[in-house]
C-alpha cells in the first residue's frame, strides 16, 4: 500500500490497461480526490454532510458524466508534476 500521494500515482500508471482504457484510468485517481475535496468544502464552508453512499455516488458521476472534466483534467496533471 503506497505511503504517499505520488507512490500512489505511480502504481496506478504502472497497472496493466488496455491503451484504448487508458485515459479512463487515469481519470480515477483525480475524481476520487476531486469528490472528497468538494465534500471537505461542503463540511467546512456549509456545513453539509453526505453519507458514504453519496459520497461515492457523486463520485461515479464526476467519472461518468465528467460534469467537471476540465477541472479534474487540471488537478491530475497539478499532481502529476
Do not use: D, H
Not at 475535496?37 to 463540511?43: F, G, L, Q, S, T
Not at 461515492?56 to 476540465?70: D, H, T, W
Request: hydrophobic content about 45%; some cysteine.
Amino acid at each position: 500500500m503506497p505511503g504517499k500521494v505520488i507512490e500512489a500515482l505511480q502504481s496506478w500508471e504502472e497497472a496493466e490497461v488496455q491503451a484504448r482504457s487508458r485515459s479512463r484510468w487515469r481519470i480515477i485517481p483525480a475524481s476520487i480526490w476531486w469528490t472528497i475535496w468538494k465534500e471537505r468544502n461542503a463540511r467546512c464552508f456549509e456545513s453539509i454532510e453526505n453519507s458514504i453512499e453519496q459520497i461515492k455516488l457523486n463520485c461515479i458521476l464526476i467519472l461518468c458524466f465528467g460534469e467537471i472534466r476540465s477541472g479534474l483534467m487540471i488537478l491530475y496533471l497539478l499532481l502529476m508534476c
